[in-house]
């Protein structure tokens, strides 16, 4: 019989983080087609996300270097978050094609589906996050954002 190897609790705590780590750098990779002025959200978004990311990485490697992780637990979390790092991957062309005003709320709306919220939660968190986005970044940042191929092509 062939002996089946398990992978040490300690990879299996920092592997989510550093999937969601390399989406942040292609994220930052790609704003740099970008024009100048659109590029500045993906970076600072990105750097604060990759600052975010490097403290969870480091709270899960001291974790589960404490205490080793049951078989049973760990399946059922890499499950959970299967969904959830596909429609992250899968937003991804959505903001190019689409840009920044659709793909925020459509991302919201949708991953606080996934995770079973109640149809008025979503919808006002949703609405919380765009009055947010807008007011900081937009009203108070000026930052302009990538509009979207699709709406490009519209407007022009």
């Known amino acids: 019989m062939k002996a089946?190897?398990?992978?040490p609790a300690v990879v299996k705590a920092w592997f989510p983080s550093l999937i969601f780590i390399v989406l942040v750098f292609l994220l930052?990779?790609?704003?740099?087609?970008?024009?100048?002025?659109?590029m500045i959200f993906p970076?600072?978004?990105?750097?604060?996300?990759l600052a975010l990311l490097a403290s969870?990485?480091?709270?899960?490697?001291?974790?589960?270097?404490?205490e080793e992780a049951q078989e049973k637990g760990d399946s059922a979390y890499s499950r959970s978050m299967l969904p959830s790092l596909i429609w992250?991957?899968?937003?991804?062309?959505?903001?190019y094609l689409l840009g920044y005003f659709v793909t925020i709320?459509?991302?919201t709306f949708v991953s606080l589906k996934l995770f079973h919220e109640r149809w008025h939660t979503c919808l006002l968190l949703t609405a919380l996050v765009v009055i947010l986005f807008y007011v900081i970044f937009v009203v108070a940042l000026e930052v302009p954002f990538h509009t979207g191929i699709v709406f490009s092509w519209i407007l022009d």
Do not use: F, N, Q
Request: glycine letters at 4%; hydrophobic letters at 50%.
């Open 56 to 66: 969870e990485m480091i709270k899960d490697v001291k974790k589960a270097a404490r």
């Open 105 to 107: 709320p459509l991302y």
């Open 88 to 95: 992250l991957v899968a937003v991804l062309p959505i903001l």
């Open 28 to 38: 930052i990779h790609g704003s740099l087609r970008l024009s100048r002025d659109s």
């Open 43 to 49: 970076w600072v978004v990105g750097v604060v996300c």
């Open 4 to 7: 089946s190897r398990k992978l």
